[in-house]
């Protein structure tokens, strides 16, 4: 079944390269929920690399683990060549599908497009990624010709919506000087 043109989606793993020679790929993790594969009859692969963008459905056939990793096995796509075709795409759910978070959490598509300001209403940029390292995760803001990184915490993040797509933060003296 096709989901609508304005339906939101959620991207749970990206397609790292094939797997094996029976038209398997791995896929990295970008959920804290990975046993959601095992319910998934369908997925949506998505592309965009701002020259060319893609959104197809897809049927799973099968999903394994593999080194922290999801195999994930396509139906129709049984060679390695029609395989290497979907390596970059992002594996899309409907965004009605994804886990309800505990209140003060955001997934980190939410982030990505949110206006950074510091509390005196000075805009600093917008946030274009979220790196998670080590548990750390880093909001990577880019404006005035700059680029931030900026720790993704309550105390310095104070006040983040969503819905108006805006993180107010108190950044420490000298973070914003050190990027």
Known sequence: MDKPADT?????????RTRGNRGEVLADLYTDNPERFNDLDEVWLEFNDGRR??????????????????????????TISDAE???????MIPA??????PEGTYFNHDLVG?????LDGTLIGT????????????????GGGREYLI????????????????????PPEGLLGLN
């Open 8 to 16: 939101s989606f959620i991207a749970i793993a990206r397609i790292a």
């Open 53 to 78: 963008q893609a959104r197809i459905q897809k049927k799973l056939e099968d999903v394994w683990d593999h080194k922290g990793r999801k195999v994930l096995k396509f139906e129709g796509v049984d």
């Open 85 to 91: 075709a979907w390596a970059g795409y992002w594996v």
């Open 96 to 101: 009605d599908q994804a886990v309800k978070l």
């Open 114 to 118: 949110c206006a950074v300001s510091g």
């Open 127 to 142: 946030v274009s990624e979220v790196l998670d390292i080590a548990d750390n995760s880093q909001l990577v803001v880019r």
């Open 151 to 170: 720790p993704a915490v309550k105390s310095i993040c104070v006040k983040v919506s969503i819905p108006d797509k805006r993180i107010i933060i108190d």
